[in-house]
C-alpha cells in the first residue's frame, strides 16, 4: 500500500488511515460518541489492519484518538440491541463476530501494535488496545469493563487476559480474583493500575500523547516509547490486593456475592453468572483465539436473552438505570444451561 493522506478532520469517517514514513496509522474518529465502535468501524479497522499485515511499505501500527476525552468508550451496543428487537439475531451475532476476529488479529499481529489509550478505554476499546504489543496509557486513562451492568458479559478477549492479571512483585501468579473484581462489577482502573497489572506496558504524560504519537511516526516505537515513559504513580489496586483476593477468591460466584454485595448490586444476575463461569474457563485455556470462539458462542446466546435489551434499554437507551432483570439473584440462575453454552465454540471468520 502506498503513502495516503488521512481524511480531514471533519469527515464523516470513523477510521481515518495513512501510511507514513512507514507507520499504518489509524485513527478513532468518532469524537462525539468517545469513539464508541461501529460495526463498519470493526471492518474498516479489520481491512486495514489486514492489508497492512504483509505490506513491506508497514513497519509498525499506530492507533490513536480524535477525541482529547477518550479512546474508545466501548462497542455501540445500542446497533447490537436495535437488530436484535427487529429479529436479526444472526446479523447482531455477526457484529460480535468481526469485531472478535478483530481482536484476534491484533493479538496475532506479526508487527509492532501501538495503541495510545487516552482517557476513557472500555469495552470494546479494551479488545482494540491490550491485545497489542505496545499498550500506552495516561495519568487520566480510565479503563473498566461494564457489561453486566447492561445485561451483557465481560467479553472481547478478557476471558484470556483477565484471569492472568497480576501485579509486579508476582508476575508468575495469575491474579484471578483480581479479574473476577474487574470483570464481575465493572471496576475502574486508573493507568497506572494498568501497567501494574500487566494491562498496558508504558505510561506516559496526558499532555505528551500527540508528541509521542509523532515520535513514533518518526523514530519508531522504541525510541519513541523510551523517551517519553514515565513512572507511574503506585497502583490503587495493588494496595488493596490481598482485600480483594479475600472477597473474590471464593470457589462460588454465591459466595462472593455475598462477601460483595455493594460492588455487584444493580448488575444481571445472569451476567454475572455468565461472567463469573467465563472466566473459569478462560483461566484453563490455552489461547486468546479459543477464548473468543466460546466468546461468540455465548454473545449469540447472551443477545437473545432479556436482560441484554433490557439492560441497554435502562442504561444507554431511557437511562434510568432501574433495569427489570429475568432473576432476582445469582442462585436463581439456571447455571447448567450456562455451562453447556459454554461447552460451544463459533469459529471466527477471516
Not at 449469540?300 to 436482560?307: C, E, L, V
Amino acid at each position: 500500500m502506498t503513502d495516503t493522506a488521512a481524511a480531514p478532520a471533519d469527515t464523516d469517517q470513523h477510521v481515518l488511515a495513512e501510511v507514513r514514513n512507514g507507520t499504518g496509522h489509524l485513527v478513532l474518529n468518532r469524537p462525539r460518541q468517545l469513539n464508541a465502535l461501529t460495526a463498519q468501524m470493526y471492518r474498516d479497522l479489520k481491512n486495514a489492519l489486514d492489508a497492512w499485515r504483509d505490506d513491506d511499505a508497514v513497519r509498525h501500527i499506530l492507533v490513536t484518538s480524535a477525541s482529547p476525552r477518550a479512546w474508545c468508550a466501548g462497542g455501540d451496543i445500542r446497533q447490537v440491541r436495535d437488530a436484535v428487537r427487529d429479529g436479526q439475531v444472526a446479523a447482531a451475532t455477526q457484529v460480535f463476530a468481526v469485531e472478535y476476529a478483530l481482536d484476534c488479529l491484533i493479538a496475532d499481529y506479526p508487527k509492532p501494535y501501538v495503541a495510545l489509550m487516552n482517557g476513557i478505554c472500555m469495552g470494546g476499546g479494551m479488545g482494540i488496545s491490550v491485545h497489542g504489543s505496545h499498550r500506552v496509557v495516561g495519568r487520566s486513562t480510565v479503563m473498566a469493563m461494564p457489561e453486566t451492568r447492561i445485561g451483557f458479559f465481560t467479553d472481547i478477549g478478557a476471558s484470556w487476559f483477565l484471569p492472568r492479571v497480576s501485579r509486579p512483585d508476582r508476575r508468575q501468579e495469575p491474579g484471578l480474583a483480581v479479574g473476577r473484581w474487574l470483570a464481575l462489577g465493572g471496576q475502574r482502573i486508573t493507568g497506572a493500575d494498568a501497567v501494574a497489572l500487566g494491562l498496558a506496558d508504558v505510561l506516559v504524560a496526558d499532555e505528551d500523547f500527540p508528541a509521542l504519537a509523532a515520535a513514533v511516526v518518526e523514530e519508531g516505537p522504541a525510541d519513541a516509547l523510551a523517551r517519553f515513559a514515565r513512572e507511574p504513580e503506585p497502583s490503587p489496586v495493588v494496595t488493596r490486593w490481598e482485600q480483594i483476593e479475600d472477597r473474590y477468591g471464593a470457589p462460588t460466584l454465591e459466595e462472593i456475592a455475598a462477601a460483595a454485595p455493594e460492588d455487584l448490586a444493580g448488575m444481571s444476575p445472569s451476567s454475572l453468572v455468565r461472567t463469573f463461569e467465563l472466566l473459569e474457563r478462560g483461566a484453563a485455556d490455552d489461547g486468546v483465539r479459543s477464548c473468543l470462539e466460546r466468546e461468540l458462542r455465548l454473545a449469540a446466546d447472551t443477545i437473545a436473552r432479556p436482560d441484554f435489551a433490557e439492560g441497554v434499554r435502562a442504561v444507554l437507551v431511557d437511562k434510568d438505570n432501574t433495569p427489570a432483570w429475568e432473576h432476582a439473584s445469582v442462585a436463581d440462575v439456571d447455571v447448567e444451561a450456562v455451562r453447556a453454552v459454554l461447552d460451544e465454540k463459533l469459529p471466527l471468520p477471516l
